[in-house]
C-alpha cells in the first residue's frame, strides 16, 4: 500500500477504511460482530493504516468496534473520529460545537476507542451556533492536553476552513468526494492546497453507484439511507447508469474494477487526497487497495474528468435536511 500525507505531516495509507457501514446505514446491520473484527484487522494487514468513525455512528456503537479490533494494533494504524452532534436517547437531535461538549466527547471516544490519544478529530458538520474560531480553540486545548493529536473538518466551507486554520492548523478536511459528487473542487480543493491541508473523500464509490451493482432495479434493505436520498430514486438511478456504464467500459479496458477506476481517478486528483470507502468484506478492502496501482493516462483522466458534466448527474447527494448541514 502506498502512503500519502495530509497535513501537519499526518502519514497514512493511500486508501483508508470508512467504518460507518459496520454499524449503520446500509441496511441490516451485520449480525457477526466477530466478521467485523476480522475485516478491520485484516485491512491491517493488508496495509490500510487510516479508519474512520465517529460518536454518531450507532451513537456510539462503530467507536466500541474500532476500538476492540485496533487495540492490538494500535501502533500500526491512525484512528479518527468526529464530534459535533448532540446525542439523546440513542440519537442524534442536532448540532452541538460547545467548547465544553467538544471535550466531553473527547475523553468519552477516548474510552470507546481504546487510546490514549485521538489521530485526527474532526468536527463532523459545522455549528452555526458556535463561532468556528471557538470550536478550533477548544480542540486546540485539547492537543494541549496530549489528548488529540490533529484537528479536522467535515464537510466545511472555504471561508470556514480558513477561519479555523488561523486558529489551530487544521490537518484534513472531510467532504463527500467522487466522480458524480464534485463539489469541493471550485474552492474547498484549492483552499486546501493553498493551507496544506490534506482532503478526505468519503462516499468515494458514490454510496455503491460507481462500483456497478446499483441500478434501476435494485431494492434497498430496511434502514439503508440510500432509500432517502434523491440521487437514489429509481428514476434518478436510471439516468445516472450512463455514467457508470462508461467508468465500466474503461474498467474492462483496464482489467480492472468499476470502483477501481472511481479511487485511481480520485488518487490522481491531488497527492494530498485520501479515500476512505467503506465495505464489510474483506474483499473488498483487497479490492479498494489495488486501485493504487491501476494507472490512468492523462486522456483517460480527462474523459473522466469531463464524465459527470457531459453525461449529468441527476438528484442531490442528500435529502433537503442534510443538504442543509454542508457547505457552511
Not at 189 to 213: A, W
Amino acid at each position: 500500500m502506498h502512503v500519502r500525507t495530509l497535513g501537519q505531516d499526518l502519514r497514512v495509507s493511500a486508501i483508508g477504511l470508512g467504518a460507518m457501514g459496520m454499524s449503520q446505514s446500509y441496511g441490516p446491520n451485520p449480525g457477526n460482530r466477530d466478521d467485523m473484527i476480522g475485516v478491520l484487522r485484516g485491512a491491517v494487514e493488508r496495509g490500510v493504516t487510516f479508519f474512520d468513525t465517529a460518536e454518531v455512528y450507532g451513537p456510539y456503537v462503530n467507536e466500541e468496534l474500532v476500538g476492540e479490533a485496533l487495540e492490538p494494533l494500535r501502533d500500526q494504524v491512525v484512528i479518527a473520529t468526529k464530534f459535533g452532534w448532540r446525542i439523546e436517547e440513542g440519537r442524534s437531535v442536532g448540532l452541538d460545537s460547545r467548547p465544553e461538549q467538544i471535550k466531553r466527547v473527547a475523553d468519552a471516544c477516548l474510552s470507546r476507542l481504546r487510546i490514549d490519544v485521538i489521530d485526527l478529530f474532526y468536527q463532523h458538520r459545522v455549528d452555526p451556533e458556535v463561532p468556528i474560531e471557538d470550536v478550533a480553540g477548544a480542540v486546540a486545548e485539547l492537543v494541549q492536553a496530549g489528548k488529540v493529536r490533529h484537528f479536522g473538518l467535515s464537510e466545511a466551507g472555504a471561508a470556514t476552513i480558513r477561519r479555523a486554520h488561523a486558529v489551530h492548523p487544521v490537518t484534513a478536511v472531510q467532504s463527500e468526494y467522487s466522480l458524480w459528487t464534485r463539489d469541493p473542487e471550485p474552492e474547498v480543493l484549492p483552499t486546501c492546497g493553498e493551507l496544506g491541508i490534506g482532503f478526505v473523500p468519503f462516499s468515494p464509490l458514490g454510496k455503491g453507484f460507481l462500483t456497478g451493482t446499483v441500478s434501476s432495479s435494485t431494492e434497498f434493505a430496511a434502514g439503508d439511507i440510500r432509500a432517502t436520498i434523491p440521487r437514489f430514486t429509481a428514476d434518478n438511478r436510471n439516468a445516472n447508469q450512463a455514467l457508470v456504464e462508461h467508468v465500466t467500459d474503461l474498467a474492462r479496458a483496464k482489467d480492472a474494477t468499476p470502483g477501481q477506476i472511481a479511487l485511481a481517478w480520485l488518487l490522481a486528483q491531488r497527492p494530498w487526497i485520501v479515500p476512505i470507502p467503506g465495505t464489510r468484506r474483506l474483499e473488498r478492502v483487497e479490492e479498494n487497495a489495488a486501485a493504487t496501482h491501476v494507472p490512468l493516462s492523462a486522456d483517460e483522466l480527462a474523459d473522466l474528468d469531463e464524465l459527470a458534466t457531459r453525461i449529468g448527474v441527476e438528484g442531490n447527494r442528500y435529502n433537503e435536511q442534510g443538504m442543509s448541514l454542508v457547505g457552511r
